[in-house]
């Protein structure tokens, strides 16, 4: 008997509707009519375009970076469902921006809550003229690719909390209902100019609150919905499947992260070079910083400890990119760091917390203090320049978001479980998600021999 043949009938159900969901869309693309643009801003810079359609590209990047990053450091069981959970992300969030989100995040406000939903429907109304508002000086349509890519990446960095674990057809129905619910709203409120946020003064220049403290959040919430792995339970020591993986993950990232922050600017600008050296002294910083402050408390320096901390300077300086000194980013890039190094010990020594990649502790507790430490730096407005009102702003801004994040996900996540249970069974989770949920591996098994599938009918 096959696998498909041993498949419940509910499976077989949930197996069917994303493609009845991707054909009406499908139809829709072909036979909605979209309107032309129609609110027009001044004349299209072209170097302007030149930049942020290179910056686009370099964001997009950064979710096959984050896939090898996850990837790496996963059992080797698992390897091939965890990157697919970032790869997918890409496919998924693509369609969904296009249909609603880009127009949840930035269309006609709504009291400063969210968009009009029919602002930009099915990209209606998105053209390749400038938007004197949302994009000055480069096509609308090129401002809403660039947005896009954010949007990807941040469900992307929530699998690293509940891999080797979750579900996957659970995983794609969280993934819409995070980025309809939690990651538009807090876009619009931060980044849209008529953001509650934004009038209040947060300033974040390229989401270290829309990003990363939402999927910081949203990884500990789902790391304490679906429980701990039984090898956590256990205590078995967790042993990466693959450095170099971890490092090549680290370096695309990095890379494509000047797109992320530099892009920001939405303009080939000074303010765009300050972000890209900014973006680059605070990774550098803090990689040094983690596996220093690891050899002081008597640990070799690590590859993995030095990719974790590059990756924590750049979640930190991601909201402070634009407005700070290339001298405050080392100090940022390096606060971050021995901060997140502390509480990933912290984590790993004193709690039950099973967040399989220490997402909260690098992306949730970089994020908190990238956005503390440009409410401190942030030139002009920022507490060192005398003015105490961005950092209250953002200390309040803080406390809100973190709220709003945790407990959004958590009831999202009580929800998903309701309609597919988050969790696969013990035994899919034995055998590893790449087997169980794909029938795939990396290496060393064939997964279509007699044994492998005898093993997969016991979890059907």
């Known amino acids: ?48 375009v030149a930049w942020m359609l290179t910056a686009t590209g370099l964001v997009l990047l950064m979710t096959p970076g984050l896939s090898f990053f996850y990837g790496g450091m996963v059992r080797t069981k698992n390897v091939v469902s965890t990157m697919l959970q970032s790869f997918v992300a890409m496919a998924v969030i693509s369609i969904l921006w296009i249909v609603v989100g880009f127009s949840l995040a930035f269309g006609d406000s709504v009291n400063g809550l969210i968009g009009n939903p029919l602002t930009f429907f ?37 699998t690293g909390s509940f891999a080797e674990r979750v579900r996957f057809t659970s995983y794609l129905l969280f993934m819409c209902l995070f980025s309809v619910f939690i990651y538009s709203p807090l876009a619009h409120w931060t980044w849209h100019p008529d953001g509650f946020l934004h009038k ?9 609150t829309v990003v990363h403290m939402s999927a910081g959040f949203a990884a500990l919430a789902g790391a304490l ?7 956590h339970r256990m205590g078995e020591m967790h042993t990466p499947a693959n450095i170099p993986f971890v490092i090549l993950g680290t370096g695309m990232l990095w890379f494509g992260w000047f797109g992320f922050n530099a892009g920001s600017a939405l303009s080939a600008s000074g303010q765009a070079a300050m972000a890209f050296a ?57 606060c971050a760091s021995v901060i997140s190094n502390l509480c990933v010990h912290w984590k ?11 997402v909260f502790p690098c992306h949730g ?4 203090v990238g956005m503390l430490m440009t409410g401190l730096f942030a030139k002009n407005v920022g507490l060192t320049s005398g003015h105490a009102r961005t950092f209250l702003v953002h200390c309040g801004a803080l ?57 997969l009918a016991k979890t059907a």
């Not at 209040?200 to 270290?208: I, S």
């Not at 790993?348 to 399989?356: E, H, Y």
């Not at 507790?365 to 908190?368: I, P």
């Open 1 to 48: 008997m096959t696998l498909a043949q041993e498949r419940s009938t509910t499976e077989r159900i949930w197996a069917t509707l994303p493609f009845i969901l991707i054909a009406a869309v499908s139809l829709a693309g072909a036979f909605y009519r979209p309107a032309a643009q129609a609110v027009t801003g001044g004349p299209v810079n072209t170097g302007d």
């Open 122 to 158: 099915m990209f209606t109304r998105v053209g390749a003229q400038t938007h004197p508002n949302l994009a000055p000086t480069i096509p609308l349509v090129l401002f809403a690719l660039f947005q896009l890519k954010f949007a990807i990446i941040t469900p992307a960095l929530i």
């Open 200 to 208: 209040l003064g947060v300033l974040d220049f390229a989401g270290g």
């Open 225 to 231: 919905t679906l429980g701990r792995r039984e090898v």
């Open 278 to 334: 900014a973006t680059n002294t605070a990774s550098a910083s803090a990689a040094l910083a983690w596996i220093f402050f690891d050899g002081m408390r008597g640990n070799k320096p690590s590859a993995l400890g030095a990719c974790v901390g590059a990756v924590v300077g750049l979640v930190a300086i991601t909201p402070a990119a634009g407005y700070v000194s290339i001298g405050e980013s080392i100090l940022i890039g390096t």
């Open 348 to 358: 790993n020594k004193a709690s039950t917390l099973d967040d399989t990649l220490d």
């Open 365 to 368: 507790v970089g994020g908190m």
């Open 399 to 455: 406390i809100f978001v973190a709220v709003f994040s945790f407990v959004g996900s958590w009831v999202l996540y009580r929800l998903t479980d309701l309609i597919i249970p988050l969790r696969v069974s013990s035994e899919q989770e034995e055998i590893g998600l790449d087997l169980s949920q794909h029938g795939e591996v990396m290496q060393g098994r064939d997964p279509y021999t007699p044994a492998a599938q005898a093993s």
